[in-house]
């Protein structure tokens, strides 16, 4: 039995960082709110902060940083007292050793030994003399710039697992746009400059990213931020109503609203009714709700995800590294990355006698990694450990997993192409309907640009007009509006700093 019905001026799918800020910021001009948000417990989406006796655990490390002013005061206003600032450090670990992060020529070679050094000379100077003529791959493309040997040190491993497709797939663009930043001349610049203190600067949140060497990060994780925006929209009067999926979407022509339709997980129907709606779900889950069912909907079941997941360790010990984490380049194990809970900030780990890490692992949901039993997982993760030499196993004193589908909207050939069909046939049909957010527009991005998307549409919901287009917002959560004849300027300057991403390519034997 449906429970009755009840009216709002906006329903909003899912309580991550743009379904929070669209809440907040439209409770604060008098709009009544719902936020509908399938986990039962936790707000912050990507976002949230895990909490495991006591334990305290992102999915993934999230600074917080961002170009845009708006975003940075709105961050403040709802914590105005529990940032730090925390050092930044994360370094490349192989063969037990650690390596700067991007990689110092000289540091690197000094670490890999005399004989390893110069088999990797021996390779640069033999790819230098005679490169891949037509690079059209990533690993041509580092090959020719670093040698093979380098490359399957420093590259390839890592850059595969996080992808999950081969380097002689992806293609050599990302390459150059990624690696360009990488010259013996910066690094020895740069290494100047820092030991001249030159390179200290204070962070308000707002720096270049590149060159942090702080960031801010609330005291007990990112999660702090999301559940104080959530009671910040029950102090409004609004609410957020947990545990429950978006089920039905329908436009009432006759009536002129949405009726919405929210699965408890007992199964049970929530109904309500809005004048406008804004997704920051899944375009896919969004489409396939719809009620008819879009002329799109093929395009947007052909958009892809990469998952996610942690497995946090307790440890008796001291902290593993002092690094906020560290990249794993090394075929033997499966881990990507190792976060180190305590360096992000002390109160994530409540014992100081234990040391609390997460291995992250990049997989796609269902596939062996995904569907393994967080008791297989704990013990993978804590065989892995030992293999890298960095703990002894009988130190482990316990572990939780943490899974996060979705963690990653992919950008292959078509994406582009399935987005813009989507939007261009729903934005067309419901001009109440509303786009924001990460898998909400499919987009690669971080918390700001996620705020600044969500922020725009509580502005285009309060004049009653799509007066700001949320898709011209860019990776910096930077937004341009577009020229006066309509033209797509400000979307094509955010397609134009798009984050980079590898793409598959086209015709692989060619490669
Ligand atoms: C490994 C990793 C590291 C990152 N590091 C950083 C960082 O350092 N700094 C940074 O700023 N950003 C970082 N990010 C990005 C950041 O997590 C995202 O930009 C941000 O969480 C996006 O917010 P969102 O609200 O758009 O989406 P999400 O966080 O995905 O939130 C969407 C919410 O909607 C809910 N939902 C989905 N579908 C439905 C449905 N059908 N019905 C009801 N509810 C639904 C979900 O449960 C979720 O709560 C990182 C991301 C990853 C994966």
Redesign the pocket.
């Given at each position: 039995m449906p429970r009755a019905s009840h009216h709002v001026d906006v329903a909003i799918?899912?309580?991550?960082?743009?379904?929070l800020t669209a809440g907040y910021m439209l409770g604060k001009q008098g709009f009544t709110v719902t936020l509908?948000?399938?986990?039962p417990e936790q707000?912050?989406?990507?976002?949230r902060t895990v909490e495991h006796g006591g334990f305290r655990f992102d999915?993934?490390?999230?600074?917080?940083?961002s170009k845009s002013r708006e975003v940075v005061d709105l961050w403040n206003e709802l914590l105005p007292d529990d940032f730090i600032e925390r050092p930044r450090m994360s370094r490349i670990y192989y063969r037990g050793k650690y390596y700067s992060y991007p990689l110092r020529a000289f540091e690197a070679l000094r670490n890999l030994g005399l004989w390893q050094s110069t088999l990797c000379m021996a390779s640069f100077f033999r790819w230098k003399l005679f490169p891949h003529k037509e690079v059209r791959s990533f690993e041509q493309w580092v090959v020719n710039q670093f040698g093979a040997r380098l490359f399957g040190i420093f590259f390839k491993t890592y850059t595969e697992k996080v992808w999950g497709m081969p380097c002689d797939e992806m293609s050599a663009d990302w390459a150059a746009q990624r690696i360009k930043g990488l010259s013996l001349g910066k690094a020895v610049w740069d290494g100047v400059r820092r030991s001249l203190g030159l390179n200290k600067q204070p962070n308000d949140g707002m720096q270049a990213k590149t060159l942090l060497e702080s960031f801010r990060y609330p005291r007990k994780g990112p999660g702090m931020m999301w559940d104080a925006a959530r009671d910040r929209i029950l102090e409004q009067g609004n609410s957020v109503l947990m545990g429950?999926?978006?089920h039905q979407l329908s436009w009432d022509e006759t009536a002129g609203l949405w009726r919405v339709a929210?699965m408890g997980r007992d199964g049970r129907l929530a109904m309500l009714t809005a004048d406008h709606v804004i997704s920051?779900?899944?375009m896919r889950?969004l489409a396939s709700r719809i009620h008819p069912l879009p002329a799109t909907l093929p395009d947007a079941m052909a958009l892809n995800y990469r998952d996610?997941l942690t497995v946090a360790l307790m440890i008796r010990s001291d902290d593993l590294f002092p690094d906020n984490w560290i990249y794993i380049h090394d075929e033997r194990v499966q881990v990507g990355r190792i976060q180190n809970f305590r360096s992000w900030s002390p109160e994530m780990v409540p014992d100081p006698a234990l040391a609390c890490v997460g291995l992250?692992y990049f997989c796609f949901e269902g596939d062996g990694l995904w569907s393994s039993s967080d008791e297989d997982l704990v013990a993978l993760a804590t065989r892995e450990l030992a293999t890298l030499g960095l703990c002894d196993p009988a130190a482990v004193a316990g572990g939780a997993v943490v899974r996060?589908e979705k963690?990653?909207p992919v950008y292959d050939d078509d994406y582009a192409a399935h987005v813009a069909a989507v939007r261009g046939e729903l934005e067309a049909r419901y001009p109440t309907l509303h786009f924001?957010?990460?898998?909400?527009m499919h987009r690669y991005?971080?918390?700001?640009?996620?705020m600044m998307t969500a922020m725009l549409t509580a502005r285009n919901i309060a004049v009653g007009a799509r007066r700001h287009d949320v898709w011209a917002v860019n990776e910096d959560a930077e937004y341009h509006e577009a020229g006066s004849e309509g033209d797509d300027a400000g979307i094509a300057a955010a397609l134009r700093s798009e984050r980079a991403v590898p793409s598959r390519i086209a015709d692989r034997k060619a490669a």
């Open positions: 799918i899912g309580a991550g960082p743009a379904g509908i948000e399938k986990d707000v912050g989406g990507i976002s999915i993934g490390g999230h600074r917080f940083f429950h999926t978006l929210a920051s779900a899944p889950e996610f992250e996060q963690a990653y924001v957010g990460r898998n909400g991005n971080n918390q700001d640009h996620a």
